[in-house]
């Protein structure tokens, strides 16, 4: 079964600064990923995927992620970060297969944005 | 065009009690997957409805069960409800053949007391 790790709990950047946040997996063959932010209140939204190909994918609102497959990591990075930014941020992979969709998320990442 | 819509928003039940939550996926999706988020943790996967039967299940018990319609919208029932069933729960839609491709909606906030 797969497993997602988010080692920090919490993160805070000033805003404006550069941003990293660091998501490791375990999964027996290179799996679906993901990156997700959740608002206050709000569900989850989707800001970038990794299914195949490039290793470094774009996503929305300026975020990056790089597939490395030697160190079974995905790290989010920012180069800017905007105090808009403030949420928490959720890693996720999905088993390729006949797994349907279904998600395995890490405990996610808290982000503060100091002004 | 709507999105994943869910109801009620909030929800205070007391232990024993039976709750259903109900999703309306977005438009086009034929499949709506549940998940529960307990406080300070990631979503956990409760299992997917498609072409109204289950079509695949994580580690929760008989207590949660589901139902989808014709319309491919979902309920979420939970029975004899414990104090650690309080989460925001969450449903998610997609369509077949594109079964990443989730949109989430906004959640259920369940508090049993």
């Known amino acids: 079964a797969q497993s997602v790790t988010q080692p920090d709990i919490h993160i805070t950047v000033s805003e404006g600064a550069s941003l990293e946040l660091r998501c490791n997996y375990s999964?027996?063959?290179?799996?679906?990923l993901f990156w997700y932010v959740q608002s206050p209140g709000q569900g989850l939204q989707l800001l970038l995927k990794y299914f195949s190909g490039d290793t470094l994918v774009q996503g929305i609102k300026g975020f990056e992620a790089e597939f490395k497959r030697s160190q079974s990591s995905f790290n989010l990075r920012k180069p800017s970060v905007h105090w808009s930014d403030a949420a928490e941020y959720f890693c996720?992979?999905?088993?390729?297969?006949?797994?349907?969709?279904?998600?395995?998320f890490g405990q996610g990442t808290i982000l503060t944005v100091h002004p | 065009d709507a999105g994943v819509t869910q109801s009620p928003t909030h929800l205070i039940k007391t232990r024993g009690q039976q709750v259903t939550l109900r999703c309306s996926p977005k438009s086009g999706h034929d499949t709506v997957s549940w998940y529960q988020q307990a406080l300070g943790q990631g979503p956990q996967f409760i299992f997917q409805y498609y072409e109204e039967e289950e079509r695949q299940r994580g580690n929760f018990p008989d207590r949660f069960s589901g139902h989808q319609f014709p319309n491919y919208s979902s309920e979420l029932n939970v029975n004899a409800l414990l104090l650690g069933d309080s989460a925001l729960y969450l449903c998610?839609?997609?369509?077949?053949?594109?079964?990443?491709?989730?949109?989430f909606g906004p959640g259920t906030r369940l508090t049993v007391t």
């Open positions: 998610a839609s997609s369509k077949t053949g594109d079964s990443y491709e989730q949109y």
């Open positions: 996720a992979v999905g088993a390729r297969g006949t797994s349907y969709g279904k998600l395995t």
């Open positions: 999964y027996g063959a290179t799996p679906y």
